[in-house]
Nanobody, 125 residues
Framework: VQLQASGGGLVQAGGSLRLSCAASGLTFSNYVMGWFRQAPGKEREFVAAFRWSRSSPLYSDSVKGRFTISRDNAKNTVYLQMNSLKPEDTAVYYC???????????????????WGQGTQVTVSS
């Protein structure tokens, strides 16, 4: 399984970015796709996740209403549309994947077996 994240960059506060994560080596529709981020000196934290088997994506409280996760199964790609960006959104963003299943806490990084290389998002004030 390989995950390739892209789309990061430098943006002013209030701006938007769209991250992409292209997956290969897996049956995309059987996997939960998540986004996490890690700011300097901080722990990696959950941002959003999308399960094919569920209609409602998961979001952290800090991004709910501003970020939208979506996926295109035909392209094996998951997206993170980030609007109204704030300086505190500055971090390296990682996409992650694991096989969907019952009982997992998809907000926890420890549920995910596969990780992309990360893409830097910097929001200036």
């Amino acid at each position: 399984v390989q995950l390739q994240a892209s789309g990061g960059g430098l943006v002013q506060a209030g701006g938007s970015l769209r991250l992409s994560c292209a997956a290969s080596g897996l049956t995309f529709s059987n996997y939960v796709m998540g986004w996490f981020r890690q700011a300097p000196g901080k722990e990696r934290e959950f941002v959003a996740a999308f399960r094919w088997s569920r209609s409602s994506p998961l979001y952290s409280d800090s991004v709910k209403g501003r970020f939208t996760i979506s996926r295109d199964n035909a392209k094996n790609t998951v997206y993170l549309q980030m609007n109204s960006l704030k300086p505190e959104d500055t971090a390296v963003y990682y996409c992650a994947a694991d096989r969907d299943g019952y009982g997992a806490n998809w907000r926890s990084q420890y549920e995910y077996s596969y990780w992309g290389q990360g893409t830097q998002v910097t929001v200036s004030s």
